[in-house]
């Protein structure tokens, strides 16, 4: 049983040994039978054919694969060049934005500022009527109590309506009093309303809008 399976293993190796693989030769001569020295080797006319054959599918196989190498290049390549663009995208929308976002903040300055010189002397005149409504009040105020104190003075030395000549001092300041504490409070109301009334109208007033410009309806120019 030893000697079969050595005869075996014998049998597989030189199944699995390359034919005339042993033989060393210097050229064709050196060779036995049909064999052709190849590479230093003896082989016969098949075996370089398929030995051309097997270098022949390397180097397609190698060639396959730098072409994949190249086409996997060119792929990480063009992602690496989008992902850089949408980068660059990204930092020229987000340069954009913040100067549209600038532009607009200048415009609403620009605009409140237009804005706070249109409403200032509406503003101003509706305050300054209403301080004068406000001393005009204080003086009919002031006034009314000047005439009733006059007044409460007169009813002590009056009698029947009919006052003393030592009176009439004083029957002429409450007439003065009370006529100036009327017009005062006339004045008083008068000039807040129209305090509120410029008011009101500074608060409402709104900068005109833009006109489009409007081209003319002759565009050209010329002698004919």
Known sequence: MRAIATVLVVAVVTSLAPRASAAECGSDSDCPGDLVC?????????????????EQEIR?????????????????????????????????AKARQKEEERQRKEAEERRESELSALRRPTKIAGGAMLGGSAVALIVGVATGVSAQASKRNLDADCIDKVCPRSSASDVDSMQT????????????????????????????????????????????????
């Open 38 to 54: 190849e590479a230093g080797r003896c082989l016969s006319t098949q075996e370089i054919e398929q030995r051309k054959k097997n």
């Open 60 to 92: 397609e196989r190698r060639e396959r694969e730098l072409e994949q190498i190249r086409a996997e290049d060119e792929r990480e390549k063009q992602q690496r060049e989008a992902a850089e663009k949408r980068e660059r995208d990204a930092r020229e």
């Open 177 to 224: 009093s009370a006529t100036v504490s009327t017009i005062s409070f006339v004045a008083a109301v008068a000039l807040a309303a129209g305090g509120i009334y410029f008011l009101v109208r500074s608060a409402n007033t709104k900068l005109p809008e833009p006109q489009p410009e409007t081209g003319s309806i002759f565009p050209f120019r010329g002698t004919f």
